[in-house]
């Protein structure tokens, strides 16, 4: 059973135009996030919901709208793409009433800005 | 505020030799750490977590960590290293409380396994 989904799995579009990356878990978790991996493999997080509320927005632009329809999804809609927001991104879960509660990760949507 | 360093940005070993990745954390209370690891083209996997209990922590596919609070360390060992090993491996460090949800990753580690 996968733990948490994402789709697409590969993303290929042009320059303006806008995307939407979808993302699930099914492990009860109450906290999700997204991350974006550049090409030198760093991860930084965008965005963080617990129970639906939007708890973490890093200074990301907003062109990317985070949206959180119940807490086993967490969608991420990037508007007017542009080359720089090529880049892997991953979406993970975790719970949040222990510190000791590690984040899952998806296996991440490689998005290719052309 | 916290962070973490990886101490070299590259390792590479022979097949059968021990594997050490080094990692350095600071923060201003006791953190959880923990160590990812991410094959080609796949997502981040947990390999094993430190939060305040034993010192020398065990994971998954022989690899253990040992936190030194004196040295705000925690380097991640293996005895052999495996042709599957190679990978890159994340240094996480989380803010104590429950709640905190913010995690902050090293550079990586990528590693290479020579047969």
């Known amino acids: 059973d996968t733990a948490v989904s994402q789709t697409p799995k590969y993303l290929v579009t042009q320059m303006g135009n806008d995307k939407s990356i979808k993302c699930e878990q099914n492990l009860g978790h109450d906290t999700m996030y997204w991350y974006k991996q550049d090409s030198k493999k760093f991860l930084k997080i965008m965005f963080s919901?617990?129970?639906?509320?939007?708890?973490i927005n890093e200074t990301v632009p907003n062109r990317f709208s985070p949206k959180s329809p119940d807490k086993a999804h967490l969608n991420l809609h990037i508007n007017s793409l542009e080359l720089g927001d090529s880049a892997v991104y991953f979406c993970a879960s975790s719970l949040s009433d222990r510190q000791s509660y590690e984040q899952y990760f998806g296996p991440g949507t490689r998005l290719t800005v052309t | 505020a916290q962070s973490v360093t990886q101490l070299d940005s590259h390792v590479s070993v022979s097949e059968g030799t021990p594997v050490l990745l080094r990692c350095n954390y600071s923060?201003?209370?006791?953190?959880?750490l923990f160590w990812y690891v991410q094959h080609p083209n796949k997502g981040l996997q947990l390999l094993l977590k430190y939060t305040s209990a034993a010192t020398l922590v065990k994971g998954i596919n022989g690899f253990e960590a040992e936190f030194k609070k004196s040295e705000t360390s925690f380097h991640l060992t293996k005895p052999s290293a495996h042709m599957s090993d190679a990978a890159e491996y994340f240094c996480v460090v989380r803010p104590p409380g429950a709640g905190s949800y913010q995690l902050t990753f090293g550079k990586g580690t990528k590693l290479s396994v020579i047969p």
């Open positions: 919901y617990n129970n639906k509320e939007l708890i």
């Open positions: 923060s201003s209370y006791s953190p959880s």
